[in-house]
């Protein structure tokens, strides 16, 4: 199995400002995945970011919005800039190791 | 576009009852299929995965099927308990994974 870190664990942010949630996996991994989880609903995939590359963006979400950093195997970031109280969801990070995709705890954002 | 429905959507039962969760897609080109458990406020918990090849995975007291033609996943859980109380997302994957929209379980004393 794998280890996922994801932090912070939860924030209340105010309008306007950006969070960066960190994700770090306990080994090297080809492609990590950014999701959103808003509430009540399921997992919507954000971004998917591989190593040494730009992240490759699903319809509906941009980079300026959601910058990603992938520095290296391990460790990847998620931005979420500007925001505003639409953005209140759980954020999560994901990577697979084989076929099976594990998942951090999730960052639950509020915005006020 | 994948498309994924869990039925029901939410269910509550009483411990010791044997139950099953349905999930059906609309896109039968999928590599794999992984049943995730979510508790609330936490992240998601990887419990079967089922290879497109394959027609049913078995891990203690969960089973689960996979009718690949059909676009149908089973999830069978035999003797449940308070502890199974969770989401249960269904997930298929070709080049990325999409997840269902969940059937929420509650597993009464």
């Known amino acids: 199995s794998a280890v996922i870190s994801q932090k912070p664990s939860r924030d209340i942010c105010q309008r306007g400002t950006s969070l960066t949630i960190q994700c770090q996996v306990d080994s090297q991994v080809t492609m990590m995945f950014w999701y959103r989880q808003q509430p009540g609903q399921s997992l919507t995939l954000i971004a998917t970011a591989n190593q040494g590359s730009e992240a490759t963006y699903e319809s509906g979400f941009v980079i300026d919005k959601f910058p990603i950093s992938r520095p290296n195997l391990t460790f990847s970031t998620l931005t979420v800039s500007n925001m505003s109280p639409e953005d209140s969801s759980i954020y999560l990070c994901?990577?697979?190791?084989?076929?099976?995709?594990?998942f951090g705890a999730g960052t639950r954002l509020s915005v006020l | 576009k994948q498309e994924v429905t869990q039925i029901p959507a939410a269910l509550s039962v009483p411990e010791g009852e044997n139950l099953v969760l349905n999930c059906s897609f609309t896109?039968?080109?999928?590599?794999?299929l992984q049943w995730f458990r979510q508790d609330p406020g936490k992240g998601l918990t990887s419990l079967l995965l089922i290879q497109s090849s394959q027609r049913e995975q078995t891990s203690g007291r969960l089973n689960a099927s996979l009718d690949k033609s059909s676009g149908r996943s089973t999830l069978y859980i035999a003797a449940s308990q308070p502890g199974d109380s969770a989401t249960y997302l269904c997930?298929?994957?070709?080049?990325?994974?999409?997840f269902g929209t969940g059937t929420k379980l509650q597993v009464i004393p």
């Open positions: 994901s990577a697979d190791r084989g076929d099976i995709q594990y």
């Open positions: 997930a298929p994957s070709y080049q990325k994974v999409t």
């Open positions: 896109d039968s080109a999928i590599y794999n």
